[in-house]
């Protein structure tokens, strides 16, 4: 009995350890492959991607803020002609793509320049449906460094060519709580684009930015 409880303690724990190794090697992976296309200047691309972060009513966080500021840069420089805002909108109380659009609107941005992407629940969505709604064929993603690399990651395995802008990174103590959620998230999107291959929870008519005007996403 002893024998057998001490075989299955050390099959247990062979199993965490392969668990651990293997959660950290696939963080490295996405990691490596995403931070390839961070970069300081992009190439002129369709549009600038700005994953959502949270809102307070109609106010954005700091570290949305820093993603918006970011875009907007990009976009007077000319790298885009185009934004697409992507968040949640799940509850009618809760619209973190109308802040986001509101905010770059006071910045100087047409509202016809800019597309709200209410069902950007994830990164993954977010990317995907950049490509299968918005159609487009390249993109700028702005975050923070740490999401910025995954979000390159999903990119480059959903065959979107794309260049990654950091706007930072998280403040602390956002950074260190981040750093941990980043490990179980990379792994998840390396399942996600390498073995699942899902739909984004809703998808829709093709709405492509280069024809389209930005109003017709409006709520």
Known sequence: MIKRLKTIFLAVVVLLFVGVISIFGISYYVETVGKAYLCEQPEICDAVIVPGASVYGNTVSAILADRLNTAYRMYQEGF????IVSGDHGTKDYNEVRAMRDYLVKK?????????????FSTYDTVYRAKEIFRLK???????????IRALYIANQLDIPAYGISCGNYPQPEATIQKGRELFARVKAFLQCEILH?????LGDPIPVSTTDGRVTED
């Open 80 to 83: 885009a002609k185009r934004i």
């Open 108 to 120: 100087g941005v047409p509202a016809s320049h800019i597309f709200m992407d209410h069902a950007g």
């Open 138 to 148: 390249n993109a700028i993603i702005v975050s923070q460094e740490p999401h910025a």
């Open 198 to 202: 899902p739909e984004p929870k809703f």
